[in-house]
């Protein structure tokens, strides 16, 4: 069926380094794309965006990379700092179909953790 | 701006039991949404409001009912509460539907028993 899903369900970094997450997603007619943060207790909180017609989007310290020949996204987090530590959710936008007006499906998330 | 808020925080009913979880936005977005998360799970959509008196099913609406009586507030009822929707619950709104960014309230913890 479709779905949105990760790779690997968790990371563990050092601080400094890179991050990259990543997200596969099935439905090649979905348009829209986005990453969130979710820190323990918390709601989730918007990263970055990407639209189908984009292929990377930057933004402070993240780098959101749309592939969309092999219905793939990732994301990239420049020296990663223990405040990164949270689970990562990717989420795609699918247009409406069959009568329904809107479906953003979230995937299960990633959980990264820094060592400092 | 207070952005997204949500309450009570905590609750645990009895089985049977039901009750209305608050959201309230101050961004004076159309769009609402309230999403439910199991544990170690994504979020998966209950209900979704594109405006004050229209609401729509999301992928998990059964047990569930909303209303939207302004643009700033979007209740969520249950009716007789099962161990089934043990979870948290978070309320969300945007500007947009088609794309941007939802800002999603701080979440309520939900316990039947």
């Known amino acids: 069926g479709e779905s949105v899903g990760l790779h690997l369900p968790t990371l563990s970094v050092q601080e400094g380094d890179n991050s990259i997450i990543n997200c596969a997603y099935s439905n090649s007619a979905s348009d829209y794309f986005i990453w969130y943060k979710q820190e323990s207790g918390k709601g989730p909180q918007f990263i970055i965006d990407i639209r189908s017609n984009m292929d990377k989007r930057q933004g402070q310290r993240v780098t959101v990379l749309l592939n969309k020949t092999v219905k793939h996204l990732s994301l990239q987090i420049a020296a990663t700092q223990p405040g990164d530590s949270a689970v990562y959710f990717c989420a795609e936008n699918r247009p409406p179909s069959g009568g329904s007006n809107y479906k953003l499906t979230f995937g299960k998330g990633t959980l990264l953790t820094v060592n400092p | 701006n207070a952005g997204v808020t949500q309450t009570p925080k905590f609750r645990i009913l009895k089985i049977g039991q039901s009750m209305t979880l608050q959201c309230t936005q101050d961004m004076n977005h159309n769009y609402m949404y309230w999403y439910r998360q199991d544990p170690g799970m994504g979020l998966k959509l209950i209900y979704y409001?594109?405006?004050?008196?229209?609401?729509d099913k999301g992928e998990v609406p059964n047990g569930y009912n909303v209303s939207r009586s302004t643009t700033e507030d979007f209740p969520l009822r249950l009716e007789l509460a099962a161990p089934s929707q043990t979870s948290v619950y978070f309320c969300?709104?945007?500007?947009?539907?088609?794309?941007?960014?939802?800002?999603f309230g701080p979440g309520t913890r939900l316990t039947v028993t």
């Open positions: 969300a709104s945007s500007y947009s539907l088609a794309g941007g960014e939802q800002y």
């Open positions: 409001s594109v405006g004050a008196g229209i609401t």
